[in-house]
């Protein structure tokens, strides 16, 4: 079975510019959750969504947006882009997005903006 | 919000058992506890969940004392393949949403 896919794997930008990322989650999965890693620190939470919801946003600006399509696969958008944007951008999957179900991540897509 | 405390490094020789241990000291009664591996440039990958006392798979074991303010993550006989971050976290659930919260982790050598 295919695990969580991310596109697209490396991305280049310039400040001000706008990118979106996309996921698609494991097959039955219905929760995806996006997470920012900055070099050498651990990922950080941005939003969650279930069944098109969003459940959870974490601290991050308004530049930052996402939503997630019927058939659970999930855009992240984020505008006007700043440096401290460059991170790796994760994606995660769950069945339900509980605390008793895994998340299943896919290998990210690095975002460099210069 | 439940935070982890973990060691910074850990250093252990190949054939040996890798115990890390994390502290959760304000876990909430419905967190599970999990463990995640990383290596670099690709996300993180799962490796264990327990609620309490002992929990074992075919990678690794996770003892969960009573009060569950703490975790260790055993790794039996690792190998150099194992060389990797490892991340405990504690599942922040609240109204129905999942936010997991990932410290620093542990950054694991293992040497020949």
């Known amino acids: 079975d295919a695990g969580v896919t991310q596109s697209p794997t490396h991305l280049i930008k310039t400040r001000g510019q706008h990118v979106t990322l996309r996921c698609s989650p494991i097959?039955?999965?219905?929760?995806v959750s996006w997470y920012q890693q900055v070099l050498g620190q651990g990922p950080q939470f941005i939003f969650q969504?279930?069944?098109?919801?969003?459940?959870g946003r974490g601290n991050f600006p308004d530049r930052f947006s996402a939503r997630q399509f019927p058939n659970y696969s999930s855009e992240l958008n984020v505008n006007a882009l700043l440096l401290g944007d460059s991170a790796l951008y994760l994606c995660?999957?769950?069945?339900?997005?509980?605390?008793?179900?895994?998340?299943?991540f896919g290998d990210g897509t690095r975002l460099s903006i210069l | 919000l439940a935070k982890t405390t973990q060691p910074i490094s850990m250093d252990s020789y190949e054939g040996q058992e890798v115990n890390i241990t994390c502290s959760h000291n304000?876990?909430?009664?419905?967190?599970?506890i999990t463990w995640y591996q990383q290596f670099p440039s690709q996300g993180p990958r799962f490796i264990i969940q327990?609620?309490?006392t002992k929990v074992t798979n075919e990678v690794a074991s996770l003892f969960i004392p009573a009060d569950r303010k703490s975790s260790t993550l055993s790794l039996p006989r690792v190998s150099l393949s194992d060389t990797a971050v490892y991340y405990c976290?504690?599942?922040?659930?609240?109204?129905?949403?999942?936010?997991?919260?990932f410290g620093t982790g542990t950054r694991l050598l293992v040497s020949p």
């Open positions: 969504y279930y069944e098109k919801e969003e459940r």
């Open positions: 976290l504690v599942g922040v659930m609240n109204t129905g949403f999942q936010k997991l919260v």
């Open positions: 327990g609620y309490k």
């Open positions: 304000n876990i909430a009664t419905n967190d599970y």
């Open positions: 097959s039955g999965h219905k929760s």
């Open positions: 995660a999957s769950s069945w339900q997005g509980a605390s008793n179900q895994p998340q299943h």
